[in-house]
């Protein structure tokens, strides 16, 4: 089995910055694809960012130039860097993962159980 377990989160001001971290553990052979997505009241859950573990980005509009995401393929975590944040910011954010495992070669989706984060104006 995998866990992503993340790490983060909480209440800050407009304007100010956090930090999310995610770590997925279990039998994993590879992660080609790691992400952070949220889920505002209200709202259907959405792509904020995502990497490839070559390193390739990709973000939601709304998050370019304020949110940068990074990861370590040798400690199997993702990492999102939220500046400028705004109240529009505030949601439930989830890690993700598409792992390999050594007993399956077929990807599987794998979600974190989420962290709030609050922006107040």
């Known amino acids: 089995q995998v866990q992503l377990v993340e790490s983060g989160g909480g209440l800050v001001q407009a304007g100010g910055s956090l930090r999310l971290s995610c770590a997925a553990s279990?039998?994993?052979?590879?992660?080609?694809?790691m992400g952070w997505y949220r889920r505002a009241p209200g709202k259907q859950r959405e792509l904020v960012a995502s990497?490839?573990?070559?390193?390739?980005?990709n973000y939601a509009d709304s998050v370019k130039g304020r949110f940068t995401i990074s990861r370590d393929n040798a400690k199997n975590t993702v990492t999102l860097q939220m500046n400028s944040l705004k109240s529009e910011d505030t949601a439930v954010y989830y890690c993700n993962a598409d792992v390999r495992t050594f007993s399956s070669l077929t990807l599987k989706d794998y979600w974190g159980q989420g962290t709030q984060v609050t922006v107040s104006s």
């Open positions: 279990g039998s994993i052979l590879s992660i080609p694809t």
């Open positions: 990497i490839t573990s070559g390193g390739r980005t």
